[in-house]
């Protein structure tokens, strides 16, 4: 039992698959370049967008890695979906094990529970929640891409080819694109640089960087702190073994770290860049 404990430790727990990682790796990429590149455009009238236009090659160019960036998102997209499909086919067998399942990304009641609790907690009028393998915030998070990619990229598209949609639709629905499009796309890169980084990022048992989704596997005394109810069903089963590997050398570490730190870092300046021009610059 002892000897078994000791290996627990000393080994690591298996989160995310290689591609998960990757596509979360190439969402970061795009996604921070879709969101520098639009401002520059949005908030052209400000002097740190003229600067970053510059970085960028100018307006000109910054509206080609606008465009090459959503490309990417899209096959990010699409590349997701075939993966939900092979996973479904290769775990779960079917749609209704995979959706309602007890690792589902759907909302559940838990998760209104979790969340009831979790505010509880934070006043500490209660205990903290049993966590399962998707807590009610990254749920939330998940599906905000889902609603980001069908509202921004099918009004994006609309700007890109204005010609091809106006066969179907009428001239003043580009000027209504174009709102939707700005304006949403700014709440994702405030919501993504400030609540996602917190919850991911930030909070107390995570700070100053959770490298999960980047090295896809984490220490599983980490697993039993943030999510007990996973550890514990994984334990019963006796699967936990199953998902037990090798923790990274360190020198993989420090450059995951660098990359992590410098999209960070870009974020939290985002955020500031914004501030200033909706307070002092908005025109």
């Known amino acids: 039992m002892a000897e078994t404990q000791r290996v627990i430790i000393e080994k690591h ?74 996973t479904k086919r290769r775990e779960y067998g079917s749609w ?49 891409v889902f609603w980001g990619v069908f509202v921004i990229g099918s009004t994006g598209l609309t700007l890109w080819f204005p010609e091809f949609f106006t066969n179907f639709i009428p001239g003043w629905m580009i000027n209504v694109a174009t709102i939707i499009h700005s304006d949403e796309a700014l709440l994702a890169t405030g919501f993504i640089f400030t609540v996602h980084f917190f919850n991911t990022h930030l909070r107390p048992e995570k700070f100053p960087m959770d490298l999960v989704v980047f090295t896809g596997r984490m220490p599983v005394h980490e697993l039993k702190l943030d999510k007990p109810e996973e550890f514990e069903r994984l334990k019963a089963a006796g699967k936990l073994k199953d998902y037990l590997v090798e923790p990274y050398p360190p020198v993989v570490i420090r450059a995951i770290r660098v990359f992590a730190w410098a999209a960070l870092a870009t974020g939290f300046m985002a955020v500031i860049w914004i501030v200033y021009a909706m307070v002092f ?3």
């Open 13 to 86: 727990f298996q989160r995310f698959t290689r591609l998960e990682r990757l596509l979360h790796i190439l969402m970061i990429v795009s996604f921070i370049s879709l969101a520098l590149t639009g401002m520059t455009l949005k908030f052209s009238y400000t002097g740190w967008a003229v600067f970053l236009s510059k970085v960028f090659g100018g307006f000109e160019s910054a509206g080609y890695i606008h465009r090459a960036a959503a490309v990417i998102m899209f096959g990010i997209f699409f590349a997701h979906i075939y993966d939900l499909v092979f």
């Open 96 to 144: 209704k094990a995979l959706l309602f399942g007890p690792n589902t990304m759907l909302p559940t009641k838990k998760d209104f529970q979790d969340f009831t609790a979790s505010m509880k907690w934070f006043i500490g009028r209660g205990e903290r929640p049993q966590y399962g393998r998707w807590t009610y915030w990254e749920k939330f998070d998940y599906f905000a």
């Open 281 to 283: 610059a908005y025109r």
